[in-house]
């Protein structure tokens, strides 16, 4: 939840309230001034000052470090909306540079959905798609169209996992700097509609692109 905190609207505060598989619950609250949080390349969180908010708009978000440090853990946690749904799916490297762990958050707006989907399923059928990307300094590419959809775009370098609600994770099992590495993100959001958004860091650790892409199937 978000809420407005001064007059001027250059201030809310965030509150998250969790509940875990097992049955756990946590809250954790934090305010953000748009003074010290609103930057030139993102949008920052009091949560973690090295990474930033990006967005495309229409739910298409991503918050990602920005670049990859010796000794600290990093990642990207990716997006998606459909009507009243938000799911997020964060994959985190730790200190070392290895994959840590995945999270995936399912969200509803106005009721905590406690069910979790099926994996992807029926994706036969030809599927189009748009493109768009995001660079550092936050310029977005005209829409373009796109290759034909495939679940591993980075053709078996990155591993895959299938996750439940649809979604599918083409991450690497470890990141390092001297190796360019993207993180890859997609969400069957329906039956006929499949998002994907994709994290790209250079050979020096340093985020270089968000791709935002929508796929339709065509009869």
């Known amino acids: 939840s978000f809420r407005i905190i001064d007059e001027e609207q250059t201030a809310i505060i965030h509150t998250n309230n969790y509940t875990y598989s097992d049955g756990s619950t946590a809250k954790k609250t934090w305010q953000i001034h748009k003074q010290s949080c609103d930057r030139p390349d993102g949008v920052t969180h009091p949560a973690i000052m090295s990474m930033r ?38 994959t985190i490297y730790d200190e070392s540079g290895d994959l840590e762990k995945i999270t995936l958050i399912r969200e509803h707006l106005g009721s905590s959905p406690n069910t979790a989907g099926p994996e992807i399923e029926n994706l036969l059928g030809k599927w189009l798609g748009t493109k768009e990307e995001m660079n550092p300094d936050l310029k977005v590419s005209p829409a373009e169209e796109t290759q034909a959809l495939v679940l591993d775009p980075t053709e078996g370098k990155n591993e895959t996992f299938f996750l439940p609600d649809r979604v599918v ?18 969400k069957q959001v329906s039956n006929d509609e499949y998002k994907r958004l994709t994290a790209k860091y250079d050979k020096s650790g340093a985020f270089t692109l968000l791709i935002s892409e929508v796929f339709r199937r065509k009869e």
Request: glycine share 10%; aromatic share 10%.
């Open 53 to 90: 908010a990006l967005s495309f708009g229409q739910g298409a978000t991503a918050w990602v470090s920005k670049t990859l440090e010796p000794g600290k853990k990093s990642g990207a946690e990716l997006f998606f909306r459909s009507k009243d749904w938000r799911t997020s799916v964060a």
């Open 169 to 186: 994770v083409n991450s690497p099992k470890r990141i390092k700097v001297g190796e360019q590495f993207e993180i890859v993100t997609g």
